[in-house]
């Protein structure tokens, strides 16, 4: 059962993939990066069992903590173009006297 799993985790990551090259826009692409992560998060897991490690789930947990910090990250840099904490000034401001 875990062998057959296996399979279908790498045709969707394979999919996955197809999403991620023809994706037509940017949300569409990092959705897809997303994705993919949360499948090798997957993939790390039934790997695990397959092979008798059952304690790969705590690298696979790590691993889906990293895919949404990094999802998030990549997200508010495309909508802030920043990915710290920057002080709004509105254009045209002119300090008047």
């Known amino acids: 059962m875990f062998s057959i799993a296996t399979i279908a985790i790498f045709i969707a990551m394979f999919l996955v993939l197809v999403r991620l090259i023809k994706g037509p826009t940017l949300y569409d692409r990092v959705l897809a990066v997303n994705s993919f992560g949360t499948h090798t998060v997957l993939l790390i897991g039934v790997m695990g069992f397959l092979n008798g490690r059952p304690d790969f789930l705590d690298i696979a947990l790590l691993y889906a903590l990293i895919n949404f910090v ?20 509105p254009p045209n401001t002119k300090n008047e006297e």
């Open 70 to 89: 990094g999802t998030i990250a990549i997200l508010k840099f495309f909508r802030y173009r920043a990915i710290g904490d920057t002080m709004w000034t």
